[in-house]
């Protein structure tokens, strides 16, 4: 046991030393968002020589409709990850399950999807025939677009959990409906956090949508507000800083709050027991 | 373990809740801070314009018609967009889709043209007799904004010359004069370069400002041909003559590559950036860049006490006869998506106005086109603007094309970094994209 | 299934109509100019000289960061699945990077890989090592290779996670009769992990793969395609075509790019998938 203890010790030590190479470029965002004007545009990893945290971020908060970015963005990614979650889960249950030809055809079809590149602009066309809004639009492409990947990574933890979990819900007379969502969607668990989380990232980030529907000053999310920040003020690195800080904050916060569940380590994990 | 996931499920959702009406509580209180309340005449109108050209002029002039919306009877509500590439793309999108917003600000009418074609140019509304013009020069108008008979648009933003920006003070101290033929330019560099100063700056990360030390070899060939630029590009969109016939142009391009070949340009100029050749400028760790006015803008911004101290001059030629580019500011246009076209129209008017564009150009010196506006400008600007007025300079030939060349800056930096063999490489690139974008366009002078 | 109409109305009308337009000769989105092409759009993409210099980029990239982020992933995920000091923090820091916006990362790696002024420089130079100072992403042989390294740090940690979910479903029983049987950790690694993570695995590669040849936002981040077009990528070049007017001509060379994607991805699939176990 003791010689595990030191084997422990010295791997958790290796990897202290390469999160470093993690670290480091992060904490270089951060540090730089606290410093004047001038030390920031050094870019360097040194401490500042005065603090402007609150000066820096109240400014960037002030300038560039930071607020209603994030209002946006919290409206536009809670729509499209709960959706996406709902929607495919159910899509990849179906899939897996059924081995006929059309839910095979489908699901070759959904791999394409991850293969095809988004044709942005006649998606573009398409929905201003439709007479949908823009942020409407918005939330509709954003779910489609991931909904091929979302699918794919349910598909494969499904393959992991047994037949006969469904068969006895089936002979308790569960309908297929109930099946899914009474026995199947809880054992999903792990794989809903994953998705939750990765949709969240890819939504919440986005560019190559938003850019196209959200880009006018009432629906502008906030990772596109940091493009205030460079036409503006060209060499305002510390509110680029803060705001690029600012941005990813909740994304961290919400991997923070859910990380536990997604491993929650070897011994709770299998599902087969 | 369903109810714990579903509680998890109610915690994100409340959590995602709760910070919405945070930022709810935060914009209204916005609002209810922000100047006079509305009153029942007062209409909205929406703006759209990239993010790089809503500066402090646009901020000054915004903030002045919002203060003042019940007496001007409408308010101004701006949308910005990135600009580059992905920006004109959207806005292309949104010409095509007819998703517009009651006034844009575009590069130039025919840009519109260029690249929406006749229809997109039809949701542009035709302005000649509701604006009244006559602060400005008819002649500065012809061509952008006063096209095919029609007043598209109005000017908004400075005028923007290119040319050399020179730090005086670095200059004095090694007693060289300014270069008005390329061999003193040269001859200049080897001083700098033995005092151990980068005589010229390049910042090649920001890819498009390694274009201005190669545009003006069209300006150059056009005075060389006896015509302007309108009529060289002319020429050239319909195939009468190629950029690689334009000797001037790849001489120009061929020169800028001889200063990086002799050592007279920061040796990492390709990781360096337009912000850190102002600073370098400024700081008189180099003596020379080339680039826009924007260059002496920006460093009015960011070291005003240097703001003197940085002149201009325009690019020394062989023979001494040296031209400088002149940019026409961008077209503030209506479209036909305004609902209210009198008040557009009316409002269009205002901005054009010497009292709309001088609170722009009070917040934003520089070098306006409506002749009663009065603005200072920097020292630099206020140097090549004499070149100017000397009937030195002509229209920069980059936004009058009709079909478009690819990019410059990266077919010079394939040159610069020895993917391209010849100054004529770069080109023969133009001419290729011109003639497939000419091709996609179904023009039989390509056949 | 409301799932499937979305998809229909959403992505598959959208590419048929870019499949249509690819095929038409037009300028902008000037549709009265629009006349039947045939494949003159795809023949143009592939006669260009730019084109061959993508592909070969563009593979670079896709195997080189393939290797190295299932490597890295895959040492991560193993380490981490252990109970050490303060594993769960670990875990954050080295998924940290897959949050942060591309457009940050470009601005954070632009700025520490400048030749002088830069901090991985200046580190080496500090360390007596400046000998291996590089013009990381102006160098034209060596850029392609340092976008791959920034997307390698962003990415490992996301196939970290991907690979540590899939751990979660190998019954603890399997290693409790190895651990009696005396098995060392490789052997358990080697006969037990690996073959029941390799759904998990083919996942992450086939994410991996698909992702560096579409690969696009991080090179427009950094490099923009350059120095000229040095680092130029299939991705870049299709924005390039959109960017230039030639709207036809990008949705062709979007299209080729998803026929080579599926050559490529879907026997790599096919094999690996062939090689599962049910657990």
């Not at chain 1, 916060?253 to 997604?262: E, N």
């Not at chain 2, 337009?274 to 680039?291: K, R, S």
């Not at chain 3, 830069?118 to 130079?125: C, D, E, F, S, T």
């Not at chain 3, 603890?172 to 759904?199: H, N």
Request: hydrophobic share 45%; proline share 3%; net charge negative.
């Amino acid at each position: 046991m003791t010689k595990r203890k030191t084997e422990n010790g010295i791997l958790s030590g290796v990897l202290w030393i390469i999160s470093l190479f993690i670290l480091i470029p992060v904490f270089m965002v951060v540090i730089n968002s606290f410093k004047s004007r001038t030390e920031a545009a050094e870019m360097d990893i040194s401490l500042p020589s005065e603090y402007h945290i609150v000066e820096n971020y109240s400014q960037m908060m002030q300038e560039g409709g930071i607020l209603r970015g994030l209002m946006t963005s919290c409206i536009v990614t809670t729509i499209s990850v709960v959706a996406l979650i709902l929607i495919c889960s159910a899509m990849a249950y179906v899939f897996q399950r059924r081995n006929t030809k059309m839910a095979n055809r489908l699901s070759t079809l959904m791999v394409a999807g991850l293969v095809l590149p988004v044709q942005i602009i006649p998606t573009y066309f398409v929905c201003n025939t439709l007479h949908l809004g823009h942020m409407a639009s918005a939330i509709l492409v954003l779910i489609v677009i991931n909904i091929p990947f979302t699918v794919f990574l349910y598909t494969g933890y499904l393959k992991s959990i047994p037949r006969e979990i469904d068969e006895a819900a089936w002979i308790d007379g569960a309908s297929g409906i109930q099946t899914f969502f009474q026995v199947i969607f809880p054992l999903l668990k792990p794989v809903s956090i994953t998705a939750l989380i990765i949709n969240f990232m890819a939504v919440w980030n986005d560019f190559s949508v938003s850019i196209y529907f959200l880009n006018s000053a009432e629906n502008y999310t906030l990772p596109l507000t940091v493009y205030n920040f460079f036409g503006n003020h060209g060499s305002d690195w510390q509110l680029v800083f803060a705001n690029v800080a600012f941005a990813s904050l909740p994304v961290v916060i919400l991997y923070l709050l859910l990380q536990r569940h997604i491993i929650a380590g070897m011994t709770a994990g299998s599902v087969k027991g | 373990m369903k109810n714990n996931w579903g509680k998890k499920l109610t915690a994100v959702t409340l959590a995602g809740l709760m910070t919405l009406s945070a930022t709810a509580c935060g914009s209204s209180a916005e609002a209810a801070g922000g100047g006079a309340p509305e009153s029942k005449d007062v209409e909205t109108l929406t703006v759209l314009m990239y993010t790089d050209w809503y500066k402090s002029g646009w901020e000054a002039l915004e903030k002045h018609v919002n203060d003042n919306a019940d007496e001007l009877g409408f308010r101004l509500e701006i949308s910005k967009i990135q600009g580059g590439n992905q920006g004109d793309q959207v806005v292309k999108t949104k010409f095509a889709s007819d998703d517009l917003p009651d006034i844009i600000q575009v590069y130039k009418p025919q840009w519109v043209e260029t690249n929406a074609g006749q229809e997109g140019l039809n949701k542009l509304v035709d302005l000649s007799d509701a604006v009244d013009v006559s602060e400005y020069d008819p002649n500065a108008l012809d061509g952008t904004y006063n096209y095919n008979g029609k007043l598209y648009g109005i000017p908004m933003d400075s005028i923007v010359l290119s040319g050399v920006f020179y730090n005086k003070q670095v200059f004095a101290d090694a007693g060289v004069e300014v270069p008005q033929t390329w061999d003193e330019l040269l001859s200049a560099c080897e001083v700098f370069k033995s005092k151990g100063i980068v005589p010229v700056y390049y910042s090649a990360k920001d890819v498009w400002s390694v274009q201005p030390p190669a545009v003006t070899g069209p300006v150059i060939e056009a005075k060389n041909r006896g015509i302007s630029t309108f009529e060289l590009m002319n020429q050239i969109d319909t195939h009468q003559l190629t950029y690689t016939e334009c000797t001037a142009f790849v001489d120009a391009i061929q020169k800028s590559k001889d200063l990086i070949d002799k050592g007279y340009v920061n040796e990492t100029y390709l990781s360096d950036t337009v912000d850190m050749a102002h600073e370098a400028l400024a700081n008189g760790e180099c003596a020379m860049y080339i680039n826009g006015t924007w260059c002496a803008d920006n460093i009015e911004q960011k070291f005003p006490e240097q703001s003197e101290n940085i002149g201009g001059f325009a690019i020394p030629q062989d023979d001494g006869d040296n031209y400088i580019n002149m940019f026409t500011p961008y077209s503030l246009c209506l479209t036909t998506n305004c609902k209210n076209v009198e008040l557009g129209k009316k409002a269009m008017n205002y901005l054009a106005s010497s009292e709309a564009q001088q609170i722009y150009a009070s917040a934003q010196p520089g070098l306006y086109l409506n002749k009663n506006v009065k603005s200072e400008m920097p020292a630099a600007t206020a140097d090549l603007k004499t070149i100017m007025d000397n009937g030195k300079s002509m229209t920069d030939w980059e936004e009058i094309n009709k079909y478009s060349y690819g990019n410059l800056g990266e077919n010079v930096l394939d040159y610069y970094t020895g993917t391209f063999k010849e100054a004529s490489d770069v080109t023969k690139a133009l001419d290729e994209e011109t003639a497939k974008s000419a091709e996609a366009m179904g023009d039989d002078n390509w056949k | 299934m409301p799932g499937l109409i979305l998809f229909a109305v959403f992505f598959i009308v959208p590419s048929v109509i870019g499949l249509f337009i690819s095929l038409f000769q037009m300028y902008g989105f000037n549709f009265a100019s629009a006349r039947f092409a045939g494949l003159t759009n795809y023949i143009n993409i592939m006669v260009e000289d730019d084109t061959r210099k993508a592909l070969y980029n563009t593979f670079t990239f896709a195997i080189v960061t393939t290797i190295f982020k299932m490597l890295f992933g895959l040492l991560l995920a193993v380490a981490l699945n252990k109970k050490l000091f303060m594993t769960n923090a670990l875990r954050t820091i080295f998924f940290l990077p897959a949050v942060i916006n591309t457009v940050a990362v470009g601005l954070i790696f632009s700025s520490m890989m400048h030749p002088t002024k830069g901090l991985i420089n200046r580190a080496l130079g500090a360390i007596g090592l400046s000998a291996l100072c590089q013009n990381w992403l102006t160098d034209p042989k060596l850029a392609i290779f340092s976008i791959c390294s920034i997307e390698v740090w962003k990415w490992s940690g996301f196939t970290m996670v991907i690979l540590l979910t899939g751990m979660q479903n190998i019954s603890v029983d399997y290693y409790e009769s190895a651990q009696l049987d005396g098995a060392s950790e490789w052997q358990k690694f080697r006969y037990i992990t690996f073959p029941l993570l390799l759904p998990a695995i083919n996942n992450a590669l086939i994410l991996s793969i698909i992702g560096g040849l579409k690969v696009f936002d991080v090179v427009q981040a950094t490099t923009q395609g350059g120095p000229g077009s040095a680092t130029e990528v299939f991705g870049s070049l299709i924005y390039k075509s959109f960017g230039t007017g030639r709207f036809a001509e990008g949705c062709a060379a979007s299209i080729l790019l998803a026929v080579i994607i599926g050559i490529i991805v879907l026997p790599t699939y096919r094999f690996i998938a062939d090689k599962e176990v049910e657990q």
